[in-house]
């Protein structure tokens, strides 16, 4: 399940994860599930017919993640695995970084960072931070909804059987 919310230059894009590191640190061994949100660049394209055609539109690099994981062997909302990747490099993210108030709040501090996202990201213009501030209960909104979801099994059923790489039900 992916949903995008999109505004004038970026994007907030939400997905269901399921996820096996091949290289795990200690302690953060075995599969992990929840939801992933992503800010990320926005670029429109060219029109490819009439002035009434549809625009392309791409979502490009991310910006910044979030990892809203618990161990599949885990107990179900302990966000035992929840993290964040304040930078991100290109297309690769930077290491984990696990936040107290992150894992005790998740949604809570979610919220928050989300509303003060052109404090922590400078790619971020006013106009997007303030779009994306009016949006952000509907953005938490989908973010819980869609962890009912993965909690529930649904996701996981949905999607079937692991993949090659060791992750399923993810867009991104």
């Known amino acids: 399940m992916l949903y ?3 505004f004038e230059r970026i994007g907030v894009a939400v997905s269901d994860l399921y996820f096996v590191d091949p290289r795990p640190a200690e302690g953060q061994e075995g599969a992990e599930r929840g939801v992933r949100l992503e800010v990320r660049r926005l670029e429109p394209g060219e029109l490819k017919g009439s002035v009434y055609s549809a625009r ?3 979502v490009d690099r991310p910006l ?3 990892d809203l994981l618990e161990s599949v062997s885990g107990q179900p909302g302990s966000f035992d695995r ?6 991100v490099k290109g297309w690769e993210p930077g290491g984990r970084v696990f936040d107290e108030g992150l894992t005790a709040e998740p949604l809570k501090w979610l919220g928050e960072r989300l509303g003060d996202l ?5 790619e971020v213009g006013a106009a ?3 779009s994306l501030r009016e949006c952000v209960p509907e953005i938490l909104d989908t973010v819980g909804r869609l962890l009912a ?9 949905a999607a079937g059987g692991d993949s090659p790489t060791g992750v399923r039900a993810s867009w991104l």
Not at 149 to 157: D, L
């Open 4 to 6: 995008l919310f999109g």
């Open 56 to 58: 392309p539109i791409s």
């Open 64 to 66: 910044w993640r979030v």
């Open 82 to 87: 929840t993290h964040h990747h304040p930078r």
């Open 118 to 122: 052109d404090g922590h990201l400078a």
């Open 128 to 130: 997007d931070a303030a």
């Open 149 to 157: 979801r993965v909690r529930s099994g649904e996701t996981e059923r």
